[in-house]
């Protein structure tokens, strides 16, 4: 199917333990992000990527990682997950630049719900 | 801190109604974009406006952009009970290849 999927929709683990969230485009759009929503808020920025194989640092970035091998597919990996990290995790992805009119809209997942017990 | 913020948190109207909310961010962008999130949904866009331009249309929605004052509204006219949602702003930095969200303004169209 065409479009951009988050998977687990849902996970419930425990505090330490390390947990993946898969994110999949089929588009072969550019660049690509992870937001983290908390309950009343909007969404900050985890990590982003202009790539393959180019990452940086959004404004959350602590505990967690990301790798982009290939352009379809990047992972979130919380290394040792805190009750902290209890979050909607989103995904999206955007085709370029676009320069010099910035970047253009974003298509986002449905969302990861994760709970840190 | 985030870069964008909306005004006000939340707004109840009557179906028929107009719909205007604001957005103030602090560094110049290239560009500003409006998504909508219903409940438990992942957001959608809804519009995007450039630096240059002060004012765009998209069906029943309105965005002016202000770059001098830093700030932009989004007007939705006779708005609709499907128009509950929670509606945010996002800005595309000048030189930064990332997007900042402001907090939101929450919606509740009342049929």
């Known amino acids: 199917d065409a479009g951009i999927t988050q998977s687990p929709r849902y996970k419930i683990t425990e505090t330490g333990r390390q947990v993946t969230l898969m994110c999949h485009q089929t588009?072969?759009?550019?660049?690509m992000f992870w937001y983290r929503q908390d309950l009343g808020h909007g969404l900050r920025l985890i990590y982003y990527s202009a790539a393959a194989d180019i990452t940086d640092k959004g404004e959350v970035s602590d505990g967690y990682v990301v790798s982009r091998s290939k352009t379809e597919n990047f992972p979130l990996t919380l290394e040792s997950a805190t009750r902290s990290q209890t979050s909607v995790y989103f995904c999206a992805s955007t085709p370029g630049s676009g320069r010099p009119g910035g970047l253009t809209e974003q298509y986002f997942g449905p969302g990861t719900r994760l709970t840190v017990t | 801190s985030q870069q964008g913020e909306e005004d006000p948190q939340a707004l109840s109207i009557q179906e028929g109604e107009n719909a205007t909310m604001n957005c103030s961010y602090k560094t110049s962008i290239n560009n500003l974009q409006w998504y909508r999130q219903n409940s438990g949904r992942g957001l959608v866009h809804l519009i995007l406006?450039?630096?240059?331009?002060r004012e765009k249309h998209s069906g029943r929605l309105r965005v002016t952009l202000d770059t001098s004052k830093k700030s932009s509204s989004l007007l939705i006219t006779a708005s609709r009970a499907a128009d509950t949602a929670s509606y945010f702003c996002a800005t595309d930095r000048y030189n930064f290849n990332k997007f900042y969200f402001g907090s939101g303004t929450k919606l509740n169209v009342k049929p």
């Open positions: 406006i450039r630096s240059n331009e």
């Open positions: 588009w072969s759009h550019s660049y």
